[in-house]
């Protein structure tokens, strides 16, 4: 049974542009083999309100590959504040070309942001797990996905 799965998290003090390179890497050495597809998007901090980076990703593969690593991810201490924003059985994937795609939130237009949310800044705490759905998916039909590992 293939499932989709969305969280959010906050970036850990200091987590850097190697490290996200490095989660990348691992990504899309380990996630063929467990059958799971899928795209993060990091922002950094945009206002001090935070002052950490923010973490959104959908991963869609089998339950059981899908809540195992989910359960690593929230584990990992380059972030906190782990929300499930999304949860769902489906029938097909959305995102079966990326064993882990990134957005490149440099090249996006910020109006496509403003779109779905108050402010054009990434804050997926702010929104539903619907809407940052919605936002993936036209993330990636005007081909915002970049690494297409």
């Known amino acids: ?3 989709r799965l969305m969280y959010a998290s906050r ?3 200091g987590f850097d542009a190697e490290e996200l390179a490095a989660i990348l890497r691992a990504s899309r050495a380990a996630n063929p083999q467990h059958g799971i597809t899928g795209v993060l998007c990091y922002s950094e901090a945009v206002d001090s309100h935070q002052g ?3 973490f959104l990703q959908v991963l869609e593969g089998g339950r059981g590959a899908v809540n195992r690593l989910y359960n690593r991810i929230v584990a990992d201490p380059r972030h906190h504040d782990a929300e499930l924003m999304l949860y769902e059985e489906i029938s097909e994937r959305r995102f ?3 064993a882990m795609g990134q957005v490149a939130l440099s090249r996006l237009n910020p109006s496509l942001l403003l779109k779905y949310s108050e402010r ?3 804050d ?3 929104v539903s797990g619907a809407v940052s759905m919605a936002l993936f998916e036209e993330l990636v039909a005007t081909a915002s996905v970049a690494c297409q590992g």
């Open 124 to 126: 997926p705490f702010a």
């Open 52 to 54: 950490q980076g923010i």
């Open 96 to 98: 079966a070309g990326w």
């Open 1 to 3: 049974m293939l499932v």
């Open 11 to 13: 970036a850990a003090a």
């Open 120 to 122: 054009a800044t990434l």
